[in-house]
């Protein structure tokens, strides 16, 4: 491929961009944004729901060793 050629594809590659750019934006304003209480409410949401969740795995995790510990662990 000569060097003219892979100059030509790669000005066509950037061509698009700027209908693709318009297209985001447009898109991104008919998206129906949260409100700030509603903005608040879903985070304190999935806050609780990482740390219930952190809480659940450290437990297992705590559990499962103490089981593995007792059962290949030679006193």
Known sequence: MSTESQAAKA????????PYLRGVREELGKAIWPTRPELTQLTQIVMGV??????FCGGADYL????????????
């Open 11 to 18: 000005a066509s590659n950037w061509e698009g961009l700027g």
């Open 64 to 75: 499962m060793g103490q089981i593995a510990g007792f059962i290949f662990v030679k006193k």
């Open 50 to 55: 990482i740390v219930c969740t952190a809480i």
